[in-house]
């Protein structure tokens, strides 16, 4: 593989051609990676005290387990995905990008039920605001994936 650093190769071995961030981007990678296990502690803190009631208000009347259970797992799983945001060793980062990946994917259709009933909670008090809402958990995907290295991984494992 040839690594660069800017436009400059650093090693070769192969043919693929891999990337290398450089500091500054690493940098903001990692204060991605940090805000994003940052708010995932914060809301997981929130399922389980303060913000239960509003969180309940997601659960898709569907889910065949009574809603503050499923809160409460849930807020559990965002304290457990948000220490290992923060405090995995670099090697395990990946696949913690995936896991929480995952978990913004399994939990989308709460916002999605949120929008259908038109419940309110946490401001979202208006069919456009529920609407808007719904375009942010592929952000969360992919801030995931960016911040954690799992992208790079995955494509460079293909490579």
Do not use: C
Not at 66 to 71: A, G, T
Not at 118 to 134: E, K, N, P, S, V
């Amino acid at each position: 593989m040839k690594y660069t650093t800017g436009n400059r190769p650093v090693g070769r071995t192969g043919t693929s051609t891999v990337r290398r961030p450089g500091r500054a981007a690493e940098a903001v990678r990692h204060a991605g990676r940090w805000a994003l296990g940052a708010a995932l502690l914060g809301a997981g803190v929130g399922h389980l005290t303060t913000l239960r009631q509003e969180f309940q208000a997601q659960v898709p009347t569907w889910v065949p387990l009574d809603p503050d259970f499923v809160v409460l797992a849930s807020g559990v799983v965002e304290l457990g995905l948000g220490a290992a945001l923060i405090l995995a060793p670099s090697r395990f980062r990946p696949a913690v990008g995936w896991v929480t990946a995952g978990f913004f994917v399994a939990i989308f259709p709460g916002n999605i039920s949120q929008f259908v009933t038109g419940t309110d909670a946490f401001g979202l008090d208006t069919d456009r605001a529920r609407l808007i809402r719904l375009f942010f958990q592929p952000v969360l995907v992919a801030w995931a994936l960016w911040s954690t290295g799992a992208w790079r991984t995955w494509r460079n494992s293909r490579g």
